[in-house]
């Protein structure tokens, strides 16, 4: 169970002005709506600052625009109705997202290997690493200092996991990948795993094409659960620095991401598909093979990419949701839009 | 491999009307077009009534419209043409899904805890319970009694699965997620990873916010294989009763979904999304983030539904397939239509 | 590390015509723009002939046509830049394909079964087989001469590995599942789960339909990681030979796949949908269920096949990207679509 802290500590840490009382004990994280005393809230979003009249946590952090103690009526007037202690702070969300590992409720590792782990002999293995139970570590693996490989885990021969990892249950990391410092890796993920790369015979069948590059990923990555990264089939697949990838992304062989890109539940790049930096694919977006995107692009929802994006900005695809019985006569026209737009075309001629 | 059972046995159980021979031994279910002596089939669907004549089913589950007796030549005269012994009932494949369970391949569990499992001196397993191989349980858990925890699974400290749970090999259930009672989960799935939750930095970097919530499922429960439930960020993710979840699901983080609905592959949930009771998405229909669906819709295969829906009923979106020369010339229409709509207008007005 | 081999040992191996010096020793494979000497590169896209000039392999396959001598300015000539050792074959890629595996990092397997593995004393396991840390195989499985079994990976009872397959770690493989020889299955994939089979009870709620049918898979097939083969619900799921199928695919129960198809990340197949032989699923194409899809059909990345098709050729669905604030103005026009072709009717008709 997470320990408590004091507001004040709390203060400090976020660098926070604090008005109210510094003493008070706080043990939960919650929101405005669902705090009791006790708990730490947060004001991120203007359409929620009418419950801070009703609030019950013991402290709240807030904008500066929300914190304003008169009662004037205008935009900061709210909070004179929250009676706890406030925290200042210019970005209250990012407030609470760096206050939220003091309440996380992950159990903390303890260092050492668990007697049913099976570690190759050669293997390296860092100062203060915690490896569970049944954990396998193949021939030459080099595990970096503080790193946490969970129950069921296996990390494959001559493969690197950086210092700090933290890889949960039943992960599977094939040979030759290196990751980057401070890489977290949700269960059931598979890193490295053959891309698919297969040469049509020409006699109808398919020839494999094995798959000899590897995998390298940055630091301050994290990878959530069943996404798969293939290693490349010449050179490496590769992820940059500070990328979050959701559940069950799909990363195929020789894709590059940039920096600090992000990837929601079910997006994915074919092969060889390329992103800058700061990209965000959000669910189901999907770029496919060959492909480029420029920095600072937004997909939106199951977008799909299928040319290369040039310009900075925000793409989209997909048709809106309607009902069924109306989507039925809508849809069927979509097959006569080229016809719809020439006979159009021709009365605008007449 | 399945016992056998007499007709008498399950016209028993099922409280259907027997005619014919109660002592028939039945060692198998099948189609009408696949059966063989020794087998029940049913008829279901009314596209398959002609395949009565020449079933060799042992006995066949029909509903009375399709068991008349007569050979006038309405809809119940197939029946007539098939000789062998006939269970009456009003749904017969509700009859068929509730004997199917007597004829199931799956090994029968041995209660025990295989000398390989690793189990926390601190985890509370109940009486009857089943730990596979190499399954690992960690501090302070729970297994409730009678379930059966497959080979390389594992549950994480704190976290209880209810009565009779069935939990395939290589689950991984994180800390502090509560199963309710006769919850399955087939293997490769994951309840409880981190949500996807970052807030931006304001340097361009994503700052992790820790996921300090948890994942509740109530009783009755499947999840099927390579299938993610995130656990919530502050707050838990829930999931009610009666709820059935296909393969490859995403369930984001403080999702939350009501009774009996069914959730078909790749189908998905973003953060803070809820369903009512009733709900069925088919395959890969998804609902993006804080959005909420009411009771009884449907939406069919690949639906998006990116804004609340407050009347039951069956929702769509997607283009209709084509062959991909006729998809070219109207595809590029789409992204032409606000011109075609407005010049349209321009020529309805003169 | 792979190990180094003649020019000639490799042209003989493909069948090539060699223009060089077959002694040189060839260590890697690469592209031709980084390929360094000691490897060997490869021209299979037209578009990258001008690469040939600077590339620094120590020998590359061509196509007869860019292996010409001449320099007289027509399309072969841009080999004659190529200073190195040149392997001639009709088709380079496939000669890539072939010559891939003799290149291959993947540790070699040796045989034997690891101490920590937990083999059911009633399995047959053939000869030569590899069975890694902590795999589990249960009551009477066969994994046949040559296998390879990863680290965690499970086998349930009475299912069947063929020879000389190589299942990685973590995989799942249900009770009466039949593989054929040369099957690989990636990491995190789960074969013969439940297929999703749930009656209505006609008071709300979803009665389980027990799948007691079983998976059946051909030889030469791989599977990706992540991906899913539901065991059917009476009688079997069943993939051909020579089957390709990348990661995170779904394969619902009692789909029928021909031989040779091809199924790229999250494609998939509803309940007893059917491909037939050569069949390419492109990138989240998927098939609802029922349908059937004959020979040599492809289907386009993202499309929905919701209709059976009967000729051979490509098909596609979906809208193109665009610029977010297009999109939004074309996206509404779609719900009007139906209004807008009765409307230029109208227009047409006056």
Redo the contacts between chains.
Sequence with gaps: M?EDYSVAEIAAFLGAELRGDGALRIS????LK?AEPGELAFLANEKYASQLGSCNASAVILAPKHSATDNSGDEGSNATQYKGTVLILD?P??G???I??W?????KAVAGI?P?A?IATSASIGASVTI???A?V??NAVIGAGSYL???S?V??RSVVGANARI???V?I???VILGSDV?I?????IG??G???????A?????????G?VEIGD?V?I?????I?RGA??NTSIGN?V?I???V?I?HNAVIGN?C?L???S?L?GSATLG??VTLA??A?V?GHVTVCDNV??????????SITEP??????????????????????????S??R??KE??KN
Excluded at 103 to 107: E, L, Q, S
Excluded at 313 to 338: F, H, I
């Design positions: 997470p939960g994280l919650n929101t669902n970005n969300y990012l609470y997202a760096r939220s590992q309440f996380d409720r992950a159990p668990h049913s099976v569970a139970a049944n396998v193949e021939a969970g129950a069921g296996f494959g021969a949960s249950a039943n599977a094939y040979h030759d977290t949700h269960s059931g993920s598979v795993a053959d698919f790369g297969f040469a049509p015979d020409g109808g069948q398919w020839q494999k094409i094995y798959q000899i590897g301050n994290e959530g659960a069943c996404s798969t293939d010449l050179g500070g979050i959701d559940n069950h799909q195929a600090n992000a929601a539940a079910y994915g074919a930096n700061n669910g189901d999907c496919v937004q997909v939106t929802a199951r977008g799909l990419v299928t040319k900005g925000s793409y989209s695809s997909g048709m809106p949701l309607m009902e069924t019985r109306e989507w039925r006569k809508n849809a069927v026209r979509v097959t006569q839009l080229d719809i737009a006979r159009l009365l605008e």
